[in-house]
């Protein structure tokens, strides 16, 4: 099994995390009938998604597909082959949450082995026009993996000028349309804290969008679980735990004989997961907080299996430690707060994160803490001119 530790860190010299590794070929049998098969993704800060077979007498069941687009699925055929199993031995297909690096293959590894496709009863993806369903229908091999190495180009290169030339541009969309993409991708141009002068999307982003828009299908479940529900995979039983936070739709697998967490985004062993404020509920940030501890609390887990980096055995101490972190960017909004007074989400969270990180996944993530910090009766807000202000009471 792969060293969930790792060598020790060289002092003072800031090492890439493991959940940018770049994925490994190996399948290595992490928990009794468990297989980890790693898929290659390109998204700032990750360089693989775990694909979990959980091995049983009808076949295998896989947790979390990877991407979708043909590099992935070649890389998913290949580590099934090697796992000794056949595409048409996939019985079932769960994923975790509705992002694009977790249920890329499920909808076309459902489609060629009618696989039961299974995900939290709340999974919900944005929505695709029927003008994208027809012009994804009829993308060639050829233009699908073109598409995707564009995507992987752009995502490097987003803070590259709209004239740079590295960045290729085959797909010669009319500006309206990128911006349109973006737009529904990412979120309405309005944000929920106002300030409409939002950043608008490079070219580059907005190129990636509509690549990634393109290729990715999002799957229909055939099967929508809910909090507590079993489920009968790789020979045992299974509890669905609902973790919304990091999603609304976050569910993880909790197997009690083995004392197995497949933790998914909630719970990564070198990163701190994401917690937009933005379509994710009234208080993502609660939620998120309620379910790490809930998910610390299963009796008997020994083994953290997330879906991205290594295998993990602490998985109370890893829960502590990015409550940790959620918990100091609290103070840090509180002692802002008293230097800047009334405060927008955009002023604290340039406060907050350094320059290159400015934007909307620092602003969504700003305005989650805030609105916590309100509905813990620790802030005041209120709406100037379409802006939404924050005070945060001291100490
Ligand atoms: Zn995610
Ligand atoms: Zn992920």
Redesign the pocket.
């Known amino acids: 099994m792969t060293s969930p530790v790792g060598s020790a860190p060289t002092p003072k010299e800031r090492r890439p995390k493991q959940e940018q590794d770049p994925a490994s070929e190996e399948v290595v049998e992490v928990a009794p009938g468990v297989l980890r098969m790693q898929l290659p993704i390109f998204m700032p800060g990750l360089g693989h998604v775990n694909m979990y077979g959980l091995v049983d007498d009808r076949g295998i069941a896989v947790v979390d597909p990877g991407l979708p687009g043909p590099r992935s699925w070649r890389a998913i055929q290949k580590r099934l082959k090697t796992g000794g199993f056949r595409l048409e031995d996939v019985h079932t297909v769960i994923v975790t949450?509705s992002?694009p690096?977790?249920f890329g293959g499920a909808g076309r590894i459902a489609k060629e082995t009618g696989a039961e496709l299974i995900t939290h009863s709340a999974f919900a993806t944005f929505r695709t026009s029927a003008g994208e369903a027809r012009r994804r229908a009829s993308l060639s091999e050829e233009d699908a993996a073109r598409l995707e190495l564009e995507a992987a180009a752009a995502a490097q290169y987003l803070d590259l000028g709209p004239d740079d030339d590295r960045l290729l541009d085959p797909l010669r969309a009319d500006e309206d349309d990128l911006d349109r993409t973006a737009a529904s991708v990412a979120w309405a141009p309005e944000t929920p804290w106002g300030g409409t002068k939002h950043v608008r999307p490079s070219v580059a982003k907005r190129l990636m969008f509509r690549a990634l828009r393109l290729l990715y299908a999002p799957p229909n479940p055939t099967r929508r679980v809910r909090h507590g529900e079993m489920l009968q995979l790789a020979g045992r039983e299974w509890a669905a735990v609902h973790t919304p936070g990091?999603?609304l739709d976050h569910l993880c697998l909790y197997d009690p004989e083995h004392g197995v967490l497949l933790s998914?985004?909630h719970v990564l062993p070198s990163i701190t997961?994401?917690v937009s404020g933005v379509g994710n509920g009234a208080d993502s940030l609660k939620s998120y907080l309620d379910t790490l501890d809930l998910v610390a609390q299963l009796d008997g887990v020994s083994l953290g299996l997330p879906?991205h980096g290594h295998p993990f055995a602490d998985v109370p101490g890893r829960v502590e430690a990015i409550k940790e972190h959620h918990h100091e960017r609290m103070e840090e909004i509180q002692a802002l707060s008293q230097s800047l007074g009334p405060a927008t989400v955009v002023d604290i969270s340039h406060e907050l994160f350094p320059e290159r990180h400015w934007g909307a996944m620092a602003e969504s993530e700003t305005f989650a803490h805030l609105e916590h910090l309100v509905a813990d009766g620790k802030a005041e807000r209120w709406r100037e001119d379409d802006m939404l202000v924050y005070r945060v009471a001291s100490g």
Do not use: E, I, L, Q
């Open positions: 949450h992002h690096d977790h990091h999603t998914g985004d997961p994401h879906a």
